[in-house]
């Protein structure tokens, strides 16, 4: 593994299921984020930790989850999938909270 | 409220300089960076400035002023590869960042 990697690359999901998108950084990095990327719009923070066992709001978290339970792992649970939801979601990761950010190769997700 | 503001689109001619501006109006301010998207991949960093003045590293400037809550990002000797959207982010005092919409920049021969 090198950097962060996603999974999966893309995933077309029926409205309802629930569904986990894996993120896995090696550079141990304290801090991840999830963001969504929509057309016309900017990257939105969905969930961030600062680091390994803490979580956090940002700006569209509602129906979204996720825990830290290691420094290298941060899944992000969509726990019953809305249209709304599709959207290119980004995992990124810093060394600290003032550092710049890493980004994943994003996960293509269209809830149907 | 939070508000970062970019061209949606930009055009310019292979070889020569094209200045794409952000401005911003935030709750606090912990710096800006500049990142670039080629479509269908994932951000990557350019540059971050937290005072003002200009940041030259090689082809690629950024310029803060934050008085003026304006920021460009100055890209010399266009090259083809350079065709990508490139986003503006700006940290806040509670360290998260809030990003623009991107600018889509079209490099033409």
């Known amino acids: 593994i090198a950097g962060i990697t996603q999974a999966p690359t893309s995933q077309i999901l029926a409205a309802g299921r629930r569904m986990t998108l894996r993120c896995t950084q090696d550079?141990?990095?304290?801090?991840m984020y999830w963001y969504r990327q929509d057309l016309g719009l900017g990257l939105r923070l969905i969930h961030y930790?600062?680091?390994?066992?803490?979580?956090g709001k940002g700006e569209v978290p509602d129906g979204y989850s996720v825990s830290r339970a290691n420094t290298d792992d941060f899944p992000l649970t969509l726990a019953s999938a809305v249209p709304s939801q599709t959207s290119v979601y980004f995992c990124?990761?810093?060394?600290?909270?003032?550092?710049?950010?890493?980004f994943g190769p994003g996960t293509r997700l269209t809830v149907l | 409220g939070q508000n970062i503001d970019q061209p949606t689109e930009m055009t310019a001619t292979e070889g020569a300089i094209v200045q794409i501006n952000c401005t911003y109006q935030?709750?606090?301010?912990?710096?800006l960076f500049w990142y670039q998207q080629h479509a269908g991949e994932a951000p990557t960093f350019l540059s971050y400035?937290?005072l003002d003045g200009l940041e030259e590293k090689g082809r690629f400037s950024s310029f803060l002023s934050r008085s003026k809550g304006y920021s460009y990002l100055l890209l010399k000797e266009l090259q083809m590869k350079d065709s990508a959207s490139y986003l503006c982010a700006v940290r806040e005092s509670n360290y998260q960042l809030i990003w623009g919409a991107g600018t889509k920049l079209i490099i033409k021969p």
């Open positions: 935030t709750s606090g301010f912990n710096g």
């Open positions: 930790s600062n680091t390994a066992g803490t979580t």
């Open positions: 550079m141990r990095h304290n801090a």
């Open positions: 990124a990761s810093s060394d600290s909270e003032t550092g710049d950010q890493f």
């Open positions: 400035n937290v």
